[in-house]
């Protein structure tokens, strides 16, 4: 009987990386059970993940369908999207005021960017590779500079998203409000890659997973696919991402950098909500609700099981271990785990709260370990003062 493992161990180390990474490609695409979640997501996965078009090196062109939505007689028509800009406004601020000052060694063990349990050593040792405590923190330091570099990447698309949800939707108050989003988006992309360029001295590429949900909602014309999308899946699981982050560092600028991201990040969930909680439960036919709940749980998967760190396995890692063993040990590295699930804990009540974890659905999620954050407080519960006050344990 054909047997693909027994194939792969006669090949040389290169081809039998190519060969796990195309198995990889055609599994993700046979797991997608709804064909149109297949038909959305495609397009994008052909152009993300097998031509690589966030890698090519020269700007990446993603094309736009959506409407822009004019309203010649300016309507105050959502006063809880109208008291989030006025808070917006009032919570500016100018990344200047950052301390850059700080002086970042990021290899140096006293002040970790992250902790050490983010990379599983042992496995590495039983892999056959002895590293040394210079050679430990510059993977450390590696391992940062991805996470931090698909923060930076994921703003861009923020950045652009933003804008285009600002032309598209129907609510006045929203465009005001997605103006102010604009700005805040601009000011990451600006502190992320200072950060990396100026303290990491390290950037990495898109990763192609990123690059594919990114592509999927720019070119949708839908502008609830979009604010699902970024608003509430991406911002969502970025969100608790930077919590991690903003927890466990020990380097005093990214603490602060990521304190004043996370309060902006949190009225832009916030917005998602607002802007879809009634559109979803109350405007769409149940066919394009469960289409959308479809969608929702393969972009979340998308992101759980696919954000492997592929990018340092071929700077550091091809000819030492294979791209599997590299995979097993970024799965099960203690840190990395705790990390992948804590992302959920923002993103699973905001999904709850706009309808798309109707009981159909629910046991899917249970299956990927994720029911756990059901019963969180929702965007609109939690403004980013509380959650960095819950972030740094104090009630
Ligand atoms: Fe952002
Ligand atoms: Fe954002």
């Known amino acids: 009987m054909f047997d693909l493992k027994s194939v792969e161990s006669l090949l040389p180390s290169r081809y039998r990386d190519r060969l796990d990474e195309a198995v990889e490609v055609l599994t993700l695409l046979k797991e997608i059970r ?134 598209a939707v129907q609510f006045f108050d929203g465009k005001l409000y997605g103006a102010t989003q604009v700005m805040d988006e601009g000011r990451h992309v600006e502190v992320f890659h200072r950060y990396l360029t100026e303290k990491l001295g390290k950037l990495y590429q898109v990763n192609d997973n990123l690059f594919v949900i990114i592509d999927a909602l720019m070119a949708d014309g839908r502008w609830d696919l979009k604010f699902l999308g970024m608003q509430i899946m991406v911002e969502g699981l970025a ?31 916030h917005y998602g909500v607002l802007a879809l909680r009634n559109h979803i439960r109350s405007e769409l036919t149940e066919r394009e609700r469960s289409e959308r709940e479809d969608w929702a749980l393969e972009v979340a998967l998308l992101m759980r099981n696919r954000f492997m760190a592929y990018e340092v396995f071929e700077e550091w890692g091809e000819g030492k271990l294979s791209r599997e063993q590299w995979r097993h040990m970024v799965s099960h590295a203690p840190g990395m785990v705790q990390f992948r699930q804590v992302m ?52």
């Open 239 to 269: 969100l608790g991402a930077f919590g991690v982050v903003y927890k466990l560092t020990k380097e005093p600028l990214l603490k602060q950098l990521l304190k004043m991201v996370i309060q902006d990040e949190a009225r832009h969930v």
């Open 344 to 395: 959920f804990s923002r993103l699973v009540p905001n999904l709850r709260e706009i309808g798309l974890m109707s009981p159909r659905i629910l046991p899917r999620y249970e299956e990927a370990g994720l029911l756990q954050y059901f019963t969180g407080l929702s965007a609109d519960k939690l403004s980013g003062e509380d959650l960095v006050r819950s972030l740094d344990g104090v009630s």
């Open 34 to 167: 709804d064909p149109r979640v297949l038909l959305s997501l495609g397009p994008s996965g052909l152009r993300g993940l097998v031509w690589k078009r966030g890698k090519q090196g020269v700007p990446t062109k993603v094309p736009a369908s959506h409407s822009a939505h004019f309203d010649f007689t300016y309507p105050a028509d959502q006063p809880e999207m109208q008291s989030l800009y006025q808070r917006a406004k009032q919570g500016q601020w100018d990344s200047d005021m950052l301390p850059w000052q700080t002086s970042v060694d990021p290899e140096n063990p006293e002040v970790p960017l992250i902790p050490d349990n983010f990379i599983g050593w042992d496995e590495l040792q039983a892999a056959g590779i002895r590293l040394t405590e210079k050679e430990k923190r510059g993977l450390l330091h590696s391992v940062t500079a991805w996470m931090l570099s698909q923060f930076l990447h994921g703003e861009q698309g923020a950045l652009f998203a933003a804008a285009q949800v600002t032309e």
